[in-house]
């Protein structure tokens, strides 16, 4: 199930059962800083041992999860095949350090990401164009729990994509975008959980807020844009912007 682990009468909501893309992507990041740390330290026998093995995943990750027609990443495979519902999980293939994709793959990946998925407060857990969407986060808990990764915005996924921003558009899209993120949850704050941000919000319009009135993750996020759009800010003062 990974993070997107609602279960309702012993049932997953969203069952993700086989190769999930990010915890492939995870993977292939993971080896990328492995084989990093062995340059920096002079081992090269561990850099042969692992170096196909990078090699293998960046070639069958784009094979198996990416969809030129679509131009976005399938979010998990399974016997049956590649399922192509647009959710945020695919943001870290492009986020993290190391990228299993090319440039051109990043941006397709990312445009999809912003037309389906983002809002200032955090990103849909499932695309309002699709028909299992549920833009509600309401109810007694099963009914929450069946919305809690159907549609709901979540704020920590902020960060992933803020990062991938940074990447594939440069510092200068980054710091509109984070300006854009810190005023609307900064307007969060006196609201629900008072002087913190919760866990979620409907994924319909005016998005209002659910889950934890304090939720660790989701002010994480949001202190690490804020640390990042300030040491932008220094760097425009600079000229460096």
């Given amino acids: 199930l990974t993070w997107v682990d609602a279960v309702v009468a012993g ?7 086989g190769a999930a893309v990010e915890l492939n992507a995870l993977w292939f990041d993971a080896i990328c800083f492995y084989l990093k740390l062995m340059e920096n330290l002079g081992q090269k026998k561990q850099i042969l041992k692992y170096e196909w093995i990078r090699d293998a995943i960046r070639e069958n ?18 016997l049956a095949g590649s399922h192509f519902e647009i959710r945020p999980n695919m943001i870290y293939a492009v986020s993290l350090p190391y990228s299993p994709l090319t440039p ?12 389906h998925l983002y809002t200032p407060l955090g990103l849909h857990t499932l695309s309002p164009r699709n028909p299992m969407y549920k833009g509600q986060y309401a109810g007694d808990q099963p009914t929450r729990d069946a919305a809690y990764h159907q549609g709901t915005i979540w704020t920590w996924l902020l960060e992933p994509y803020f ?10 899209a980054a710091l509109k975008t984070g300006k854009e993120i810190l005023k609307a949850l900064e307007k969060e704050m006196h609201r629900y959980g008072v002087g913190t941000i919760g866990e979620v919000f409907d994924g319909d319009p005016p998005h209002a807020p659910g889950g934890t009135i304090a939720q660790a993750w989701s002010v994480a996020a ?4 804020l640390r990042k759009v300030q040491s932008f800010e220094a760097k425009g003062k600079k000229g460096g912007i």
């Fill in 104 to 115: 051109e793959q990043q941006l397709s990946v990312l445009t999809i990401v912003e037309q």
């Fill in 222 to 225: 949001a202190m690490r844009i």
């Fill in 61 to 78: 990750f784009a094979r198996l999860f990416y969809n030129h027609e679509r131009g976005y990443l399938a979010d998990y495979i399974d």
């Fill in 163 to 172: 990062e991938a921003v940074e990447r594939v558009w440069g510092e200068a």
């Fill in 11 to 17: 049932i997953p909501v969203t069952a993700r059962s």
